[in-house]
C-alpha cells in the first residue's frame, strides 16, 4: 500500500521535519530515496497479544502482528532498516522458561538489522546472554560497553554502516550506567563508558571517516530525567552533533509522533520512543535528494 494509505489505515499521528525550506511535495520527487527506518524497545520478551479484558492494552502487542505489520512497510519500500533499542529480555515466562532463545529466534525470523544491550538482558548474567547469541542474526551495537575480558567480547560492536539504496546509514549504540541497577556478578568486568563522550566520538567518526549520509543511534539511557546529572536521550541530543535520530528506551514513554529538538549546533534532529512490550512499532521515513537529507516525518503505530 502506497505512504498515503498506511498512515490513514493506522490512525496515528505523524510529525514532518521540513529541512532547508523544502515542503512536504519535495520528498515526491522522482531523484529523492526514501529509506523507511523501523524501530521497538523495551518489548520484555512479550511474544502474545495482550488479553482482550487487559486493563491498559486490551488485545495490543503480539510478535505475529508486528511481523506482518513489517512485511507489508518491506513491501511498500524494500529499502527499509529495523532495529531494536534494548531489553528484548525478561516480562514473561517465556524468558524464564527459554532464556532469550524464543526472542532471538523470532527477531531473526522477523530480519531485525540491530540491537542495542538493555540493563534487563544482563537478567541471566553474561553467561546467559552468551549463550543465546547463536540465535541471534543480527547485529548487535554498543559503542559504550566496554567488554573486553568477558564472553561478549568480540560480539558486539560499536556501530555499523548499513548501504541502503545508495545512502550510507551509520548505527551505534548506548547502554545505560549499570552500577546501581544490576547485581555486579551479573554484568561482571563490563565497563560502562560516558555516554555523550563516547556518542559525539562514533558520530563524529560515522560522519567524517565512514561518511554517512543518516546517523542513528540506538540508545537504552532513557528519554527524560529531571536529575541534571544523568544522562538521558534529549540530553544527548542537546550535547552532541552529526546524530539525526536517536531511538530511545528504557523509560518506557510512549510517543506519538518524534520529538523535534535542536542539537549542540542548533540544527534540528528527531528522538522517538514507542512504550514498552511490543504495543508500538515506530516509523521514521527519511527523504534524500542528490544524497543530502530533505524531509523526514515519523509516526508511531499500534500493533
Do not use: W
Request: aromatic content about 10%; overall charge negative.
Amino acid at each position: 500500500m502506497d505512504r498515503r494509505k498506511f498512515i490513514s489505515r493506522t490512525a496515528a499521528s505523524s510529525a514532518f521535519v521540513g529541512l532547508g525550506g523544502l515542503s512536504m511535495n519535495s520528498c515526491h520527487n522522482s531523484s529523492s530515496k526514501h529509506i523507511t527506518i523501523l524501530h521497538t524497545n523495551d518489548v520484555h520478551s512479550h511474544i502474545d497479544p495482550f488479553p482482550t479484558n487487559h486493563s491498559a492494552y486490551p488485545n495490543l502487542g503480539g510478535l505475529a502482528r508486528r511481523a506482518t505489520m513489517v512485511d507489508q512497510i518491506r513491501k511498500e519500500n524494500p529499502n527499509t532498516l529495523l532495529f531494536d533499542a534494548g531489553d528484548i529480555f525478561q516480562g514473561t515466562p517465556y524468558f524464564n522458561f527459554y532464556g532469550g532463545e524464543l526472542e532471538f529466534k523470532l527477531m531473526s525470523i522477523l530480519k531485525y538489522d540491530a540491537a542495542t544491550i538493555g540493563n534487563h538482558d544482563f537478567d541471566n548474567g553474561l553467561d546467559g546472554l552468551a549463550a543465546q547469541l547463536p540465535y541471534a542474526k543480527f547485529d548487535f551495537l554498543s559503542a559504550n560497553y566496554d567488554f573486553t575480558n568477558t564472553l561478549m567480547e568480540g560480539h558486539v560492536k560499536p556501530y555499523k554502516v548499513y548501504h541502503v539504496n545508495g545512502i550510507k546509514v551509520g548505527v551505534f549504540g548506548l547502554g545505560i550506567e549499570l552500577a546501581g541497577l544490576v547485581t555486579k556478578r551479573l554484568y561482571q568486568e563490563t565497563v560502562y563508558l560516558d555516554p555523550i563522550e563516547i556518542a559525539q566520538e562514533i558520530s563524529l567518526t560515522l560522519k567524517e571517516e565512514e561518511k554517512c549520509d543518516l546517523i542513528i543511534c540506538l540508545s537504552h539511557l532513557g528519554y527524560q530525567y529531571q536529575n541534571p546529572l544523568k544522562p538521558d536521550d534529549l540530553k544527548l541530543a542537546a550535547s552532541t552533533e552529526n546524530i539525526d535520530l536517536i531511538i530511545g528506551g528504557h523509560t518506557h514513554t510512549f510517543l506519538d509522533r518524534p520529538t523535534i529538538t535542536n542539537n549542540r549546533k542548533n540544527q534540528q534532529m528527531l528522538v522517538n520512543q514507542v512504550g514498552c512490550f511490543g504495543i508500538n512499532l515506530g516509523r521514521i521515513d527519511f527523504y534524500f535528494d542528490d544524497g543530502k537529507q530533505s524531509a523526514s516525518e515519523g509516526v508511531s503505530i499500534k500493533v
